[in-house]
């Protein structure tokens, strides 16, 4: 069987194409490591952020990784070997902070990472962290203490 010639509109578009390849494939490339890049500074900063659990922080990590994926919180607990409560405030949390967004209605309960998501890690990892103020001694608590030692 005999193929059809190629007509010489879509030869001619091809040849055109074919010389700009190199410079599609260049700014394909640069994108992809400013993109890299990005995700490598966020999941970075985002270890040392204060007020984020492990679990929150393997979540966010993934979330940047893969931006249109739905959470559900038993997903959560089995990857974390976690009962439902914990995994829930963990979502909870985050939903609080403006890193996750949950969806409206139905059960299970599904999240998904809003697309702004590497902006608020920024302004969350660049906030200050509030002092802690140091616990006050309670006058009314006796402060005689003895010292047991262990015997045989």
Known sequence: MRLPAIPPTFSKLLQSSQSKLPAIFAALQDYLARKRSDLGMASGALRGAAGLNHR???????????????????????????????????????????????????????FLAPADLVDKLATLVSAPIPPVPAPEADPTLPLNFTLRTRHD
């Open 56 to 110: 929150q922080q393997a979540l966010l990590v993934h979330a940047l990784r893969e931006p249109n994926t739905r959470y559900a919180i038993t997903g959560h607990q089995r990857i974390h070997n976690v009962s439902h409560q914990p995994a829930a405030n963990d979502f909870h949390d985050l939903v609080a902070c403006g890193l996750l967004v949950m969806l409206p209605g139905g059960r299970p309960r599904v």
